[in-house]
């Protein structure tokens, strides 16, 4: 179950973005920006997270569970690992 994507030039973007904003952060909290400022960063830096996740949980949905000409294992096999991974998404 490798595939994740096929537009992953897409997501990588995204977690380069996602990197960036957890730096600003980072720059934040060392700099002594007031709390406001680095709640609002970090409140962005999550939303951004839960987009990410939200891309890859379709996306693996499209692929490897309802994707035409998938046995019904492989769509028992895609749903467990869908189930496996929200369960640990929403923890």
Do not use: W
């Not at 957890?22 to 934040?28: G, K, N, S, V, W």
């Not at 492989?74 to 929200?86: C, H, T, V």
């Amino acid at each position: 179950m490798g595939h994740l994507s096929t537009d992953n030039d897409a997501l990588i973007k995204r977690v380069r973005r996602l990197i960036g904003q957890l730096q600003a952060i980072e720059r934040a909290l060392a700099g002594g920006d007031d709390c406001t400022t680095t709640l609002h960063l970090a409140a962005a830096a999550r939303g951004a997270m839960g987009g990410l996740i939200e891309e890859l949980i379709e996306s693996h949905l499209k692929a490897h569970v309802s994707a035409p000409g998938l046995s019904a294992q492989e769509r028992d096999e895609g749903a467990q690992a869908l189930i496996a991974a929200i369960r640990r998404y929403a923890k």
